[in-house]
């Protein structure tokens, strides 16, 4: 781990100010950023220690969502009882990723902004444009199982590992984000970006720039929702696929569909006009599976993740009926339901 | 002392190192901290063979705190000689010398040691090292390997040739059923929770304290005296506690050689701490492919196997393992032939990990057989009891004992197995597909010569010593039961000492002849306390207990009994008074014996299970769930039910990792395995496991070795991969030959 400079400051303005200028890292669970600098990945000349600003807090919108801020942890967050009975999908998502530990150390604001865990983006002895730009892709001819296949880039073809992000996404979340230049809010589609060609940029956040808090619009997705999670292990594994999806069914009909894919690209990968296909439709495997190929349109593999197109259409189409029929995925029991 | 609450052989009694492990008062390895320590932290090669042109260490040397970096070009002298790097249980070849020279043979070879007053200080500037190499071609991908695949005319010590019998080749081609198919294991890595590390004090006087985590003190005792040329009297290695092994401390590993090579650099004490990648950079289950053919009547009757076997090893040492010599000893078979190769790959060499060779081969062999119970029409136990052997097949030598058809009869009604549907396919849970598998597990039941020592003092506390390990089996615990069963002392009068290479002789910790072997020689040195004591009785005025030899009385509650006369009793406090002893002190031997190395010759010694399997897969996503093991386990007597569930529960959760999820991934293009971390690299989580149960069928068996004593340490491991392997095709339909079977293997 390389020396760095530690501020701890205890409001927003200043730790912008500390955190603007050259190689800043915010540090906030550090479940993630501590591990990458102990491996050398990271190697901040300033860390801002951000626990101490005002932004635990998970407090009710005007107009009915929620705001969930950039401190409160992951635990505190799936557990908080406007969230179980708000947004189910949500606190679903949270609960399938990590362990309880890390959970009850990660941040919200640490989670959307973890970074890959492509095997070579972690091992500084290996070329990886992320990590070391122009160095090249590891993982593209190399160990490519849990990377992606849709969105992905000849620089990269990693993906983003976090879980409750894809729940953001289908819920269209709003990330607030101040900074230098002042505070806006990005729409969750625009947060994540893929890699094209730089592939070290993960997200579209300016230099210095810090979430605040994620709004969840009033949209609520109660009665139909899953988060259906498929790994390497029955826990504690990151998502080979995911799926976020939240129906909303009129007279037996779908009105609007959200289906979000985990572990499958650079960010949640969603489709808008392949959901508008389930639109109007009763639901049924024709019309799922029929969602499921648009949605994962274009996708390709890299070798070791060929198996991931046919499962994360599988998985689409599994998690649709989950959501129709009004079956949640349960977090605990590993039936897949 | 009541003797109906005597602690004994076979009392369930708990861990009694359990309280200083869980409130931290047990010192593990790395957390001595002798004064003036300093700290290193290894640096590891980035290509997998080559030569190192240039280190420039000057941004590192300029990190304060930084006092040492020792690399090939610095290093002080070791020893010149291959063999004086060669330890008990390594392999034949030219065991690995860190900064012996400029030659890089594998990806993650430690390549320089920077030595620093601080860990954060020694981590940060090995981070500044910056070494070029030039890079030589490399190979790291097996199926190339295999090309250059050999068996080498140096044999591991260990090693069993496979013996052939018949004519395997025209049995099989004659045989109306066959089975030939190729089967495969990926690399799989230890990773026990505790990391290697080494502690070295440095006293000044020329004699060092090494704190090492090891499976084998005297081991690496006699290794660093070799190796750095240190009488071994003035090296003492300690290894009190020791946080899992699965036989990745059998060997002196490398941190240990760079913590000693540091402190005698620079005359002070060090420590090293491998970090979990560093993990990955040394010693692993190799790669394995395995062809099984098998020939059989068409009732079943087996009349051919076929067994051929690769494993892979390093360039510079042989590693070999008895993989193919499992199913031609277990299955009654008139044509059997075995062969077996290793195969160099420019990696660390592969080595010992729980139940090497068998784990591998007999699992592997036995998805074999499922396929040919298939074949034959058979319900996979009816096949395995019609083919059953009651003398070892390969040999042609009887068993101790083979309780294996009782393990079968037991496992099977625990299991409910005479309710398993034939065929696959044809149980089901709602949307998820059940199967029910089964596989025979072999192990060898070995012996190890052991020395132990006892003492006993005037206060009656009694002190039993052996330089064995505990790795977290249960070694300390073993030792008090056979000690309080010995001399029916209660557990709290008796301590345990081992992992220390002052105390006596003792072999390294692992084969699962440790409890067998240590507890045999604490029987014998207490039995001489007890011969001590009863001679010292004879001081007490009016001898109570007259001219009665050993044999006429018992020991219990610290009293010499007379057998014929349980009223008259002797305290062994008054008995050491009368005598005017301190302390009563022996130390003994247990080796086989003359009896006992006549009948290793003409029997086979092997522990044998039966386990079981229950999985549900996820008809359409192939998402596996282990709902359900019983394992019955025919391993003599168990000395302690508890701690030798608790080996079994380990060995099978470990199984099912094999089974499922644990494979180190290879890039072959950088020569470097890819998952280093416990993230990436998976064994089961808690949610994987569910209901296992355990059975120890009864197995008398005084001749096996001396207290009837088979070992538990690896067997529950060897059935479990082909149970649950077995099991994924009867619920699917699907035979999947590699393992891990990840959800991969099981999409259309
Ligand atoms: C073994 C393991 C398994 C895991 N499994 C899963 C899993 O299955 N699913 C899953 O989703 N996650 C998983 N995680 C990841 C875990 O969820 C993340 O590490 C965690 O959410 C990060 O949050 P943090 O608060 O600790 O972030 P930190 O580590 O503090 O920060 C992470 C990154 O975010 C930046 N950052 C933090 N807060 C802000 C902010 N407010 N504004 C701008 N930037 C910010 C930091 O600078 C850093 O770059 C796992 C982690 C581990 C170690
Ligand atoms: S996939 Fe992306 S993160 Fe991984 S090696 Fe390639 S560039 Fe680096």
Redesign the interface.
């Known amino acids: 781990?390389?020396?760095f400079s530690y501020a701890r400051p205890t409001d927003v303005a200043e730790a912008v100010r500390e955190g603007s200028p050259g190689d800043v890292r915010y540090l906030a669970g550090g479940t993630n950023l501590v591990d990458l600098m102990?491996?050398?990945v990271e190697r901040p000349v300033r860390v801002v220690d951000i626990n101490r600003l005002p932004l635990h807090d998970i407090s009710d919108l005007p107009d009915g969502g929620l705001r969930l801020g950039a401190l409160a942890t992951n635990a505190d967050t799936a557990w908080d009882a406007r969230v179980e009975e708000r947004y189910p999908l949500l606190s679903s998502a949270i609960l399938a990723g990590a362990s309880p530990q890390l959970r009850n150390a990660a941040t919200n604001g640490g989670n959307v902004n973890q970074r890959t865990?492509c095997?070579?983006f972690?091992?500084?002895?290996?070329p990886c444009n992320k990590r070391e730009p122009g160095s090249g892709c590891?993982a593209i001819?190399?160990?490519n199982?849990?990377h992606a296949i849709l969105g992905a880039s000849a620089a990269c073809i990693a993906t983003h590992p976090s879980d409750m992000a894809v729940a953001l996404a289908a819920l269209d979340a709003t990330v607030q984000v101040t900074g230098p230049d002042g505070d806006r809010a990005i729409p969750f589609a625009d947060y994540h970006r893929l890699p094209g060609a730089e592939a070290w940029q993960d997200n579209n956040l300016a230099p210095g720039e810090l979430v605040t808090a994620i709004d969840l619009p009033d949209e609520r997705f109660t009665g139909h929702y899953t988060y259906l999670k498929?790994r390497?292990?029955?826990?504690?594994?990151?998502a080979?696929v995911s799926v976020a999806a939240a129906l909303k069914i009129e007279d037996g009909r779908i009105v609007e569909a959200r289906v979000a894919l985990g572990g499958v690209a650079h960010k949640p990968w969603r489709v808008k006009t392949a959901e508008s296909v389930l639109h109007g439709e009763t639901p049924s495997h024709n019309a799922f599976l029929a969602a499921a190929h648009a949605i994962t349109e274009g996708a390709t593999g890299h070798g070791d993740n060929d198996?991931k197109i046919?499962?994360a259409r599988?998985?689409i189409?599994?998690a649709l009926r989950q959501a129709a029929d009004g079956t949640p995925q349960s977090q605990t029991d590993?039936?897949?339901a | 002392m009541a003797s109906s609450a005597r602690i004994g052989i076979g009392s369930p009694l708990s861990r009694v190192d359990g309280i200083a492990k869980v409130t931290g008062a047990a010192k593990y390895a790395a957390e001595h901290r002798p004064a003036g320590m300093l700290y290193g932290f290894a640096v590891s090669s980035g290509i997998a063979k080559g030569r190192i042109t240039a280190i420039d260490d000057r941004a590192a040397r300029a990190v304060p705190g930084v006092v040492e970096i020792v690399t090939h070009e610095n290093r002080p002298r070791t020893a010149w000689l291959d063999r004086s790097h060669h330890d008990q249980v390594g392999p034949p070849g030219s065991p690995l010398r860190p900064f012996y020279d400029d030659k890089v043979m594998f990806s993650g070879q430690p390549v320089a040691l920077v030595l620093a007053e601080t860990f954060e200080a020694a981590r940060h500037a090995a981070a500044l090292v910056e070494i070029s190499y030039e890079a030589e071609a490399h190979n790291t991908d097996f199926d190339k390997a295999l090309a250059e695949k050999f068996l080498p005319a140096k044999k591991r010590n260990t090693f069993h040739p496979p013996k052939n019998r018949g004519d395997a080749e025209k049995a099989f081609a004659a045989a109306p059923l066959k089975v030939d198919a190729e089967y495969r294991l990926a690399t799989e890595h230890h990773n026990p929770m505790e990391m290697h590390a080494s502690t070295v004090e440095w006293h000044g006087d020329g004699s060092i304290t090494v704190h090492d985590k090891t499976q084998g003190p005297q081991n690496v005792q006699a290794y660093l005296s070799s190796v750095f040329g240190i009488s071994a009297k003035k090296i003492r290695v300690l290894n009190p506690y020791v946080g899992g092994g699965f036989g990745s401390g059998l060997r002196p590993q490398y941190h240990v050689y760079l913590t000693v090579l540091a402190a005698t650099m620079l005359e002070r004490s060090v420590r090293v701490v491998l970090t979990r990648q560093q993990m990955f950079t040394h010693v692993h289950r190799p790669e394995a492919v395995q062809t099984v053919r098998l020939g059989a009547e068409m009732d079943g009757r087996l009349t051919a196997i076929l067994n051929s076997a690769t494993t892979s090893t390093s360039r510079y040492e042989n590693h070999m393992e008895d993989v193919v010599i499992w199913g031609m000893m277990n299955y009654a078979c008139p044509n059997a032939s075995g062969d077996y190769t290793i195969a160099p790959m420019d990696t660390s060499t592969s080595g010992d990990m729980r139940a090497p060779g068998a784990a591998t081969g007999m699992a592997l062999f036995e998805i074999a057989i499922d396929e040919m119970a298939e074949q034959a029409k058979l319900d996979p136990l009816a096949f395995r009891l019609l083919n059953y052997s009651e003398e070892d097949a390969m040999n042609g030598t009887p068993f101790t004992s083979k309780a294996l058809r009782e393990a079968f009869a037991e496992g099977a009604a625990a299991f409910g197995w005479d309710r398993r549907k034939a065929g696959p396919r044809t149980m089901r849970d709602g949307h998820e597909l059940v199967g029910w598998g089964l596989a025979t597990g072999m192990w060898d039941a070995m012996f190890s010569k052991t020395s132990a020592s006892a003492k006993l003092s005037a206060n009656g506390d009694l002190e039993v010593a052996s330089a064995l390990s505990d790795i977290g089996t249960g070694t300390y615990t073993v030792m008090t039961q056979v000690a309080a069963d010995t001399l029916g002392l209660p557990p709290e009068r008796i301590t345990a000492r081992l992992g220390d290479s002052d105390l006596p002789a003792a072999p390294v910790e692992g084969g699962s002849w440790g409890a067998a072997s240590v507890g045999a020689a604490v029987q014998v040195a207490c039995r001489a306390i007890g011969e001590k004591l009863l001679k010292a009785a004879s001081s007490i005025e009016g001898k109570p207990l007259g001219s009665a030899g050993i044999d006429d009385v018992t020991f219990d509650g610290g009293r010499i009994v007379l057998k014929s006369d349980p009223a008259i009793a002797v305290e062994f406090t008054e008995a050491m008074r009368a005598a005017d002893l301190q302390t009563i002190e022996v130390e003994e031997t247990a080796s086989a014996g003359i009896s006992g190395m006549v009948s290793q010759i003409r029997k086979s010694r092997n522990t044998h299970c039966a386990t079981f399997a229950e999985v549900k897969v996820d008809e359409e996503l192939g998402v596996v769930r282990v709902t359900r093991i019983v394992c019955a386990v025919a391993a003599g007597r168990i000395i302690n039910p508890k701690t030798a569930r608790s080996q079994i529960l380990g060995g099978v959760v470990m199984g099912i990792g094999m089974a499922l999820h644990e494979e180190t991934m290879m890039d072959t293009k950088l020569g470097r395995f890819m998952n280093h971390s416990l993230a990436e690299y998976h064994v089961p989580a808690n949610a994987d496991i569910d209901s296992i149960e355990v059975i120890f069928v009864d197995e008398p068996d005084p001749e096996v070795t001396p207290l009837g004593v088979k070992g538990v340490g690896e067997i529950g491991i060897v059935g479990t991969a082909a149970a649950v392997a077995n099991a994924i095709y009867h619920a699917t339909g699907k035979r999947v030959r590699s393992l891990p079977i990840t959800i991969d293997k099981l999409q259309d």
């Open positions: 781990m390389n020396r102990k491996e050398n865990r095997y070579y972690y091992d500084t002895a290996t590891g001819g190399g160990v199982r849990i498929l390497d292990r029955l826990s504690y594994a990151f080979l198996f046919g499962l599988k998985a189409v599994r590993k039936r897949v």
